[in-house]
């Protein structure tokens, strides 16, 4: 039961944190004016591809946090967290692109970090996060293609 429950918090965490900060910093005209280049997804890619992306987040960091919780990698797992919540309210809600590519280029270092981390010791855990470090690198040429063109 425990483990279901903890399963339950950190997709809570992960997935309830993210959406809501998602709505809460939706794109809107600013980012529908800016700008894009050719390899920009079409809006209704993200929604699909960050909910897929935090339920594999959460599972992640509920593996990591039973092995070791107090460790290093679920400290590197939490730094990722917040990076990641971070970025949508300083490049949407602050409009502050310059600052988000800094966010953003600390979120995938993190997220490589991790992967590294826990590669020998939970590698379930560690692939678990390479479609994210993908992700996040093709969103950190996104954000510095927006940076450039705007």
């Known amino acids: 039961m425990q483990r279901y429950l ?12 993210g959406l809501l900060i998602g709505y809460a910093t939706l794109p809107g005209a600013w980012y ?3 700008a894009k280049p050719p390899f920009n997804p079409p809006n209704w890619v993200f929604a699909p591809a960050w909910t897929t992306l935090y339920v594999l987040i959460a599972v992640a960091g ?9 460790g290093a990698a679920m400290k590197i797992w939490g730094v990722q967290l917040v990076l990641n919540f971070l970025w949508s309210p300083t490049f949407f809600g602050a409009k502050m692109m310059g600052p988000a590519l800094v966010i953003i280029m600390l ?6 970090l ?3 981390n826990v590669w020998n010791r939970d590698r ?3 692939w678990l996060f ?4 993908a992700w996040v690198a093709f969103a950190t040429l996104l954000n510095a293609s927006l940076l450039w063109l705007n």
């Open 6 to 17: 903890s399963l339950l918090f950190f997709l809570v965490l992960v997935l309830g944190g």
């Open 32 to 34: 529908a004016s800016l």
């Open 62 to 70: 509920r593996r990591t946090w039973q092995r070791e919780p107090a």
């Open 107 to 112: 979120l995938l270092a993190s997220i490589v």
């Open 114 to 116: 991790f992967i590294a």
């Open 124 to 126: 379930p855990a560690g």
């Open 130 to 133: 390479i479609p994210y470090a």
